[in-house]
Nanobody, 120 residues
Framework: QVQLVESGGGLVQPGGSLRLSCAAS????????MGWYRQAPGKERELVAV???????NYADSVKGRFTISRDNAKNTVYLQMNSLKPEDTAVYYC??????????????WGQGTQVTVSS
């Protein structure tokens, strides 16, 4: 089985920074895409950033220039560096990945979510 474990959320003041991490573990054959979504109270889950293997990254317009997604393929880990945080960035952030195992090709997985709160 595959698990995505996130870390790095917390409380930060406006203008501050946080770095989220998400490590994939299990019987992984290949990781195709890794990314981050977020869901604020009363709102639908939305894409924050996505990074396909060998492809170009994609960011939500609201985070362009402030957030940076990166991957360490050797560690099966994706990161989200969040700078110049705003109160409207407050949400639960979820790691997302499309992973192939020997039993299940190209299956979608989600992490448990990590809370990011931007407040003074």
């Amino acid at each position: 089985q595959v698990q995505l474990v996130e870390s790095g959320g917390g409380l930060v003041q406006p203008g501050g920074s946080l770095r989220l991490s998400c490590a994939a573990s299990g019987s992984i054959f290949s990781i195709h895409v890794m990314g981050w979504y977020r869901q604020a109270p009363g709102k639908e889950r939305e894409l924050v950033a996505v990074m396909p293997s060998g492809g170009s990254t994609n960011y939500a317009d609201s985070v362009k220039g402030r957030f940076t997604i990166s991957r360490d393929n050797a560690k099966n880990t994706v990161y989200l560096q969040m700078n110049s945080l705003k109160p409207e960035d407050t949400a639960v952030y979820y790691c997302n990945a499309f992973i192939s195992t020997m039993a299940r090709p190209y299956n979608e997985y989600w992490g448990q979510g990590t809370q990011v709160t931007v407040s003074s």
